[in-house]
Every structure is written in structure tokens, then in C-alpha cells.
């Protein structure tokens, strides 16, 4: 197939592949436009409202197939508060509804200047720990009770806290007893007085201003041994159910809401909002207990919590290399105490992994070039027959043990990796707000004053000027040249740290150039002598 392509189809075909891998998912998958909420700024009206929404969305449901919209289940006012707990970074609040009405992340690195602190509850849709019954006249009459709590304040520096909420009802008593952690993880014991069939909500995650191209943010379902199935916003058709559940996680790029601990025979559930996004629930039992978590997917902590946690850090189809990268990235930081560093660190090991293949294609690059005037003559001479051509040139490589794809199996064995960085920058949320030299200050945003975008560019292009290349159509090194200029205006927008990696990844691949140069040259006078 190959060998009848000519020289400009073979450079379309390698230009595509290469360049298909940084846009093709955006291009078929583009970012969503954030919807912004005019009323995001002001309180939710009253409970009476927040009850009232909820009461339709029960209208709509059956005891058999429960809808999972529940979008007009907004946040209560702060007269509807029942609970304040404050802890050393965060402040969680549970409404007059039983449920985790919000938490506030008060680390800085969460900060931003437009939209203040992050939020990690959805201001519309389920909330965290919402109970809703099968039955529609007892449903309609819980979203109208409120519970009472055992505490109205307390503070979590370290420890736990206990939370006891209570709901009275005509037919039964709801009784929610809740232990909350320093580190963001809760114990939830639920007991009902009467057996009756009710769903509890995982919640919806938020969308945040800073959400960057790439980035998956949907549901996620851990079960059996540990297959995992994601269901992205917008992508939600039906309602789907899972049994023998290790975790279920609503996430964005760098927190989740989970719910884990969960009896195998329990089922939980995921069905679709409004807006086609997945909304997370699961059966309930008389006496019902489970773990749940809500904060940042910070690996150590999520760890300590519970080692099958780490599975809801998920990096989409590179997870199988991304997760072990980001292994040695954490133990590379762990070593020199500088994220950005440890990224420089991570990309040498890379380099001398790869070297012995790189090496490889630099020959076959150099080989390439010593046989490119004889290819010229060849293409001259049967001008007018390009399958005798084809065949005398594949002939001739052959016979000076050039390969013509040599040069690209570097660059096809470093795509892989590369996107399995890019899914390590992008959802460690260990890099938000890192920072490496003196004008870098978040290694998971853009370089604020493009210096590493057009260091890398400029690295390119001298790799590009010392590289042989065997171009035989003066198209071909048109359109090479103006690599650096493109890649350099696709990575302005990239995380700090994917653009530190390629950087250095450049340079090492500049040094590895000039030993091979230098080795040729000293061969090719050799050969004189």
C-alpha cells in the first residue's frame, strides 16, 4: 500500500496521523459552552420554593422506573440550613431536606477571582444524601417536612463529627445518622420505621469557569473487579442499572462526589436530567448503611480513606498508561518537593526508555539522507513509470538498510505518551496551583506569559534544523517548516506542565540529535580516508 503512494501522499498520511492525535477529539467532541445562571448570584427564594420543585419532579416518577431529572431541586436559603460544619479547608452545609446542600473548598488553590471559592455541589439538580420515595403522596408530603439535626454548628479540624437528622412523617419517621471526617469522607447509617421503597442521590457534580478541552466529567460506575464504566454529560440515554458496586462517583476535572462501602446486592441506579447528563441513585433498605466521600480525587487522600477509592481518578482510554506515569510522577515529586521539576525528572526517565528506538530512527533519518541524491536520479529516471519507481527506490532503501517510516516510530511511540501526560496534567489535581520557576504558579493552567509555548517552539524548530531530512519535493519541507509554528499555537492553551514536558523532551531530543550527527560525520570521513 505503501509503495504506491507517492512521496507528497506518504507526507499528507504521517502529517494527518501526527496531527489527528492533538484535534481530532476536539474537533468530533467539542467543549461544551458553560451555561452561565443569571440567578447564581442570588439565594435560592425559600424552602416552600426548593419543596415545591421537588414536588413536581415526584409527580413525574413511578415506583418501577424513578426519573433521575431532578434539575429544579435548587439550594435552600440560609434560613433553611440545619448544619454548619467547618473544617480545616472546607465548609459543608446540609439543608432542612437532609441533604448536603453544599461544600465550600477554602484552600487557595481552589480560588478563583471571578467565581470565589470552589463549590463542589451543583447549585441545581440532586444533592448529595436526597431521599426520594416510590410513593408518590408520601414523596409529595417528605419534600414539604423538614428535618430536625441533633447539632447546629460544629467544627472538624480534625476527628469526626457526628450529625443525627431526624424527619417525621404520617406514616413514618426517617432518621439519617451521619458521621463526618476531617478529610472529607462520612459514614451514613439510614433507618426508616416502616419498610418503604425510597432512593438515595448521589448528587450532581458542578461545572466549573476553568474547565479545559479534553476534560470528561459525567458519572462513573466501579463494579465487580474493578471494571469501570463512565458515563459522560450529555451522553446519558436511559436508566441503567449495576449490582455488586465497589463505588459511584458524579465528577468533574478535579472533584467528586462518591458513594462507596455499598452491599453487593444492593442496585444502583443511573438515569438521565434534562440535559442528558447522568444522575446517580440507589435502592434504599429499611436499616441501610454505606460510606460516601465528597472533595478534591487528591490520590494520597482518597487512599488513606480507602485504596479502591484511587479508582475514581480515571484518565479515559490512557488510564492503562497514565496511571502508572502518574506514579512515578508522585514518587519523582515525592524525591526532589517540586511538581515541575518532578516533571523534568519524569521526562528524562522517558527519554532513556526510548532511547534505544529514538537512537534507532535518528540512524535511519541519516541513512535516509546519505541516499537521497540516488533517490532524486531514480525519480528522473522513471519519471513517467511510478510503479517502477516506487520499486526501485524501496529496492535502493533496502539495499542501504534505510527504512522510510524509521524516522516516524519515534514520534508514533512518544504520541501515546504524550496523551497519557496530557490525562496525568490535566486531572491531578496534586499540580492545581504548583508552582516551577519564577513566573509559573499553576502547572495545571497556561504558561500566563507564553515564555514555555515559544521555548518549544523554538526547540522544535533547531531540532528540526539539525535533523536530516530527505525531502525530494520542495512542497514537503514547506509544510514541515511550519510545524513549530503550529504546534507552538496549540500548546499557548495547554497546562504549563504538558508544555514543560515537550520542552525538555525537545532538548533531550536535540542533545541525542548531535551525538547521532556527530557519529555520521565522523563515520562518513572514515569512509574518505
Not at 156 to 179: A, C, H
Not at 195 to 205: A, E, K, S, T, W
Not at 249 to 260: D, E, L
Amino acid at each position: 500500500m505503501l509503495e504506491k503512494m507517492t512521496s507528497n501522499q506518504r507526507l499528507i498520511l504521517a502529517f494527518t496521523v501526527s496531527f489527528v492525535f492533538f484535534m481530532a477529539y476536539t474537533a468530533i467532541f467539542p467543549p461544551k459552552e458553560l451555561e452561565t445562571d443569571q440567578n447564581t448570584t442570588a439565594k435560592s427564594a425559600t424552602l416552600k420554593q426548593s419543596s415545591t420543585d421537588v414536588a413536581s419532579l415526584g409527580a413525574n416518577s413511578s415506583e418501577s422506573e424513578p426519573v433521575g431529572s431532578v434539575s429544579a431541586a435548587t439550594a435552600s436559603a440560609d434560613d433553611a440550613i440545619l448544619t454548619t460544619l467547618i473544617g480545616t479547608n472546607y465548609i459543608l452545609t446540609i439543608d432542612t431536606l437532609g441533604r448536603i446542600s453544599q461544600k465550600e473548598m477554602l484552600e487557595k488553590k481552589f480560588f478563583d477571582e471571578e467565581t470565589g471559592n470552589a463549590k463542589l455541589v451543583a447549585e441545581t439538580g440532586a444533592k448529595p444524601l436526597y431521599i426520594r420515595f416510590a410513593d408518590k403522596a408520601l414523596n409529595a408530603e417528605a419534600i414539604k417536612t423538614p428535618y430536625s439535626s441533633s447539632i447546629k454548628e460544629a467544627n472538624i479540624t480534625e476527628g469526626s463529627v457526628s450529625v443525627v437528622l431526624t424527619q417525621k412523617l404520617s406514616q413514618l419517621s426517617v432518621t439519617k445518622e451521619l458521621k463526618f471526617y476531617s478529610d472529607g469522607h462520612y459514614d451514613v447509617k439510614i433507618s426508616l420505621s416502616e419498610d418503604m421503597r425510597y432512593f438515595v442521590y448521589l448528587g450532581m457534580h458542578p461545572t466549573f469557569s476553568d474547565k479545559q478541552m479534553m476534560t470528561v466529567e459525567g458519572a462513573m460506575v466501579d463494579t465487580g473487579d474493578h471494571l469501570i464504566t463512565i458515563i459522560e454529560d450529555g451522553d446519558a440515554e436511559g436508566l441503567t442499572s449495576y449490582n455488586n458496586v465497589n463505588l459511584a462517583s458524579s465528577f468533574s476535572q478535579y472533584f467528586a462526589s462518591i458513594f462507596y462501602g455499598i452491599d453487593k446486592d444492593i442496585t444502583v441506579k443511573i438515569d438521565k436530567d434534562r440535559e442528558n447528563n447522568p444522575v446517580v441513585y440507589m435502592d434504599g433498605m429499611k436499616e441501610f448503611a454505606f460510606n460516601g466521600y465528597i472533595g478534591p480525587k487528591d490520590y494520597k487522600i482518597l487512599h488513606a480513606i480507602n485504596p479502591d477509592l484511587v479508582n475514581a481518578i480515571e484518565y479515559g482510554w490512557f488510564t492503562f498508561a497514565a496511571a502508572p506515569l502518574f506514579q512515578l510522577l508522585m514518587f519523582l515529586h515525592d524525591y526532589v518537593g517540586n511538581w515541575g521539576w518532578a516533571i523534568v525528572l519524569l521526562t528524562i526517565i522517558i527519554r532513556l526508555v526510548l532511547f534505544p528506538l529514538t537512537f534507532k530512527g535518528m540512524v535511519s533519518m541519516q541513512k535516509l539522507k546519505e541516499v537521497s541524491p540516488k533517490v532524486k536520479e531514480l525519480q528522473a529516471k522513471y519519471k513517467g513509470d511510478p510503479q517502477r519507481m516506487n520499486a526501485a527506490v524501496m529496492e535502493l532503501y533496502k539495499k542501504h538498510g534505510a527504512n522510510p517510516l524509521g524516522g516516524c516510530l519515534p514520534l508514533l511511540l512518544q504520541i501515546p505518551v504524550f496523551f497519557a501526560i496530557y490525562r496525568v496534567l490535566l486531572n491531578a489535581v496534586e499540580l492545581k496551583g504548583a508552582e516551577w520557576a519564577l513566573w509559573i504558579t499553576d502547572l495545571a493552567h497556561m504558561d500566563p506569559y507564553f515564555i514555555l509555548p515559544i521555548l518549544m517552539g523554538a526547540t522544535m524548530y533547531y531540532q528540526q534544523r539539525i535533523t536530516p531530512s530527505n525531502f525530494t519535493d520542495p512542497l514537503q519541507e514547506k509544510i514541515f517548516k511550519f510545524l513549530p509554528l503550529i504546534f507552538t499555537f496549540f500548546f499557548v492553551t495547554f497546562p504549563a506542565g504538558l508544555v514543560l514536558y515537550w520542552t525538555v523532551n525537545n532538548i533531550f531530543s536535540i542533545a541525542q540529535q548531535f551525538v547521532v550527527n556527530k557519529k555520521f560525520e565522523a563515520h562518513k570521513k572514515a569512509k574518505e580516508e
